[in-house]
């Protein structure tokens, strides 16, 4: 029962700050709005017995991948955003879209519920780290590695796009980094992944 | 116990802590300013009760009753949540960190903790404390940030940007460094932690037994990373940079006035606590300590708390010994210190003790 309270008041919470995300006109409230969305999540996930995955989606998403967005809405101190009244191919698509996507997820989850058996509630299931742990580094070994090699990757394309020389003009690195050391050419090239 | 008994306890334990949280943040800000008085050969305070003991008091007066003044052009709702968002993760983790063993007082036993529960006559804590607890602490960089961007104002921008970059780049350090005692103690609960911490590590041997089985010994490398990122996380000497003076007037505080200033000089202390609690948990054995037999059974449960508030008061002292003796960091110099030297220790040290478990563990 109290899982069930629990849930509809996470779960609107979730909704209410992502419809609030798309209504905000300016990014830092958007972005707060997300980090919203993250911790109601984190919140499902315990109520689902996921306690890691919970932790992880707040220490990680929360934590860390939102700290960045704030950073970079604050380092470019991007003001309010511009609406455009949207193409009419978007509305036209994309309305119906939506429409058999909600209806195919639900006749989806009402087929799985009328054949599962006994009918499972929230808080039926309990996973623990050490599970997580066993799956992941023994029975799913190959794509976890897999995926850290995509990371890495998607760091190396990071480095390389941050100390690409032929930046446009407002970029300053190129003239410091030519070849004559001069005093002064000490800084910027560094700092851009500070 | 039935749940009103249940209720009641949770309440009386919850405005204990909170008010010897309150309490010990104040006076740590006296006793960082009497110790750092006497390194700089000066009194501290001195004026106000016995020793300047009512010093803390006069302050939080003069916080209250100064102006609250909200500058124009901030970002109002932001500046006005912004110190709520830096203090609530700041008193939080102390609700997940055991203080000692179980407290029988007529007849009703509970766990000397915020968040535990008795399970067949055992204390037992939430299985995943630690990591709550990170999570926790990760998301108070956005008061911080949030301060800085909504004041409106260069230095409090500057700071606040420094913040979130420096809190970025050590919390990878921080969470990497407490992995080496997650694989010894096979456990992500902090009372399993310490209780895996009771006793010594070499029993029988002559001299050597009197070292005890604490953590810090075959994880002192795990020990200095995370005290060192630590430090960076709550803004300290010699990681203070957002909030530095001399550059930055304060920093992402600059535009901020009476309580809600305030407000965040209490988190900084709070969140210092989080930290000394954490390390002396992990690394120090948290509660584990003598506690002679013949002691009533009140005294024998409180005993523990002592030896693990003693060790939170020595992490404490050495946490203000290093503001009286280190400089300030240059900040390229705080990156590659963070990312080329602190990073790299921190993967080596889980490196060779996954090594050293998986061989013991065969």
């Given amino acids: 029962m109290l899982h069930q309270i629990l849930f509809f008041i996470f779960a609107s919470v979730a909704v209410a700050a992502a419809i609030n995300l798309l209504l905000q006109k300016h990014p830092i409230n958007s972005a707060l709005s997300l980090i919203v969305v993250m911790g109601a999540l984190a919140v499902l996930y315990l109520l689902l017995g996921a306690e890691f995955v919970a932790a992880v989606q707040l220490i990680v998403y929360a934590g860390a991948i939102m700290v960045l967005f704030v950073f970079v809405i604050m380092l470019l101190n991007a003001g309010l955003e511009e609406r455009t009244p949207g193409s009419a191919v978007a509305t036209l698509i994309g309305v119906p879209g939506v429409a058999a996507l909600v209806g195919l997820c639900v006749f989806v989850f009402a087929r799985t519920r009328i054949r599962g058996a006994a009918g499972y509630s929230i808080g039926d299931f309990h996973v623990s780290t050490q599970d997580i742990g066993r ?6 070994l190959l794509p976890f590695e897999v995926t850290s090699v995509l990371v890495l990757i998607g760091i190396m394309g990071a480095v390389v796009l941050a100390k690409r020389e032929d930046a446009g003009p407002t970029d300053r690195s190129p003239e410091i980094t030519a070849e004559a050391p001069r005093p002064e050419s000490q800084q910027p090239a560094e700092r851009t992944h500070a | 116990m039935t749940w009103p008994i249940f209720i009641l306890v949770s309440i009386i334990k919850v405005a204990l802590v909170f008010f010897i949280v309150m309490t010990a943040a104040a006076y740590t800000v006296w006793l960082e300013r009497k110790l750092i008085g006497r390194m700089q050969n000066r009194w501290g305070p001195t004026r106000v009760g016995p020793f300047g003991l009512l010093q803390p008091m006069a302050d939080g007066i003069k916080f209250i009753l100064k102006e609250d003044l909200t500058p124009p052009y901030v970002h109002k709702t932001l500046f006005v949540l912004a110190p709520m968002i830096a203090l609530i993760p700041a008193l939080l983790p102390v609700s997940l960190v055991p203080v000692g063993g179980a407290i029988t007082i007529h007849g009703i036993t509970t766990p000397l903790e915020m968040t535990g529960v008795m399970v067949n006559g055992a204390p037992v804590d939430i299985n995943i404390a630690l990591l709550l607890i990170l999570g926790i602490t990760s998301v108070g960089v956005y008061g911080i940030a949030l301060a800085g961007w909504s004041s409106n104002s260069k230095y409090a921008l500057l700071g606040s940007l420094r913040a979130s970059a420096q809190m970025i780049s050590y919390e990878v350090s921080l969470g990497i460094s407490l992995v080496g005692v997650l694989l010894i103690a096979n456990s992500l609960s902090l009372r ?13 041997v002559p001299v050597l037994e009197w070292i005890p089985r604490w953590n810090i010994f075959p994880q002192f490398i795990a020990f200095f990373t995370y005290v060192t990122a630590a430090y960076a996380e709550t803004n300290r000497i010699p990681f203070d ?18 309580m809600k200033f305030a407000i965040f000089f209490i988190a900084e202390y709070c969140n210092m606590f989080t930290v000394a609690c954490i390390a002396t ?16 059974p009140i005294l024998q449960a409180l005993l523990p708390v002592f030896w693990f508030v003693l060790k939170v008061v020595a992490f404490i002292f050495v946490y203000i010994w290093i503001r009286g003796t280190l400089p300030r960091f240059r900040y390229d110099q705080l990156m590659s210190f963070g990312w080329k030297f602190l990073f790299p220790l921190a993967l080596a040290n889980v490196v060779v003790t996954s090594f050293v478990v998986a061989w013991f563990a065969k």
């Avoid at chain 2, 399993?192 to 029988?204: H, K, L, S, Y």
């Avoid at chain 2, 940079?241 to 009476?258: D, R």
């Fill in chain 1, 135 to 140: 799956l992941l580094f023994r029975d799913y």
């Fill in chain 2, 192 to 204: 399993e932690i310490v209780n895996q911490q009771a006793g010594t590590w070499f029993p029988g």
């Fill in chain 2, 281 to 296: 948990t992990l690394f120090l054995g948290g509660w584990s300590g003598p506690v002679p037999g013949f002691l009533p």
């Fill in chain 2, 241 to 258: 940079l957002p909030e530095a003076e001399t550059e930055l007037v304060a920093g992402y505080h600059t535009e901020y006035s009476s």
